[in-house]
């Protein structure tokens, strides 16, 4: 069964200070790993996928990474727009039938 | 693009009621799903199709709960009876292909008394 962790729960960030969330997994024939924002009362809203240990990927202040066990969203100099849900998914091939498995999101809140 | 669609956005019933979820997926996109939201489980996958056919429903909890797509722009979730314990936010989804970004309607929340 495709697992996935993510820490920390709860990030709390002055505006400008630098940090990472992780996503730890595990999945029989990784196809992906996605990381989603979600803002209250919205649904999750795609930021990246990632294919390949190795492969990065950036958009504006947010950078993704993968490893073999984890994926990394960096934030660099965060701005309080930034603050939200982050979601990381994974989706396998072989026994997980290809779905999207989640997990439970970091809360991250940026301070002016 | 108007995204996917979802209505209601929010449903306070009473135990014992039936209710049904509308989604209308983005135009073109060939898969749909169905996902639930709580705080005590997160996100998980209740069912999804592909053009229209139901794929996978191993996620669906129960028998009281079915989906159906009568064609390429409209399902709808249904809970009969619902119960309390249903109360979640409901989240309608589209891809275009399996292995493709999936995009999220913006949820009904239901609420079951």
């Known amino acids: 069964e495709d697992q996935v962790t993510q820490s920390p729960e709860a990030l709390r960030l002055q505006e400008g200070e630098s940090s990472s969330l992780n996503c730890s997994y595990t999945?029989?024939?990784?196809?992906?790993l996605f990381w989603y924002r979600q803002d209250p009362g919205k649904g999750p809203e795609f930021l990246f996928t990632?294919?390949?240990a190795g492969e990065e990927k950036e958009k504006e202040r947010l950078k993704a990474t993968l490893t073999k066990k984890e994926s990394f969203l960096h934030i660099t100099a965060p701005k309080p727009e930034d603050s939200a849900t982050y979601l990381c998914?994974?989706?396998?091939?072989?026994?997980?039938?290809?779905?999207?498995?989640f997990g439970e999101g970091t809360q991250l809140t940026v301070n002016p | 693009d108007a995204g996917v669609i979802q209505s209601p956005r929010h449903e306070v019933t009473e135990m014992g009621q039936e209710v049904t979820l509308r989604c209308k997926p983005i135009?073109?996109?060939?898969?749909l799903f169905w996902y639930r939201q709580t705080m005590m489980r997160g996100l998980e996958l209740l069912i999804y199709?592909?053009?229209?056919?139901?794929?996978?429903d191993s996620g669906m909890p129960e028998d009281r709960f079915s989906a159906k797509m009568p064609n390429a722009s409209f399902s709808t979730l249904k809970i009969q009876p619902s119960e309390p314990r249903d109360s979640a936010v409901y989240f309608c989804?589209?891809?275009?292909?399996?292995?493709?970004?999936?995009?999220f309607g913006p949820g009904t929340r239901l609420t079951v008394t």
């Open positions: 989804a589209s891809s275009l292909g399996l292995f493709a970004s999936v995009d």
């Open positions: 999945v029989s024939g990784l196809r992906g």
């Open positions: 990632l294919y390949s």
């Open positions: 199709f592909n053009n229209n056919v139901p794929i996978d």
């Open positions: 998914a994974v989706q396998g091939g072989k026994t997980s039938g290809s779905r999207l498995t």
């Open positions: 135009s073109g996109h060939d898969y």
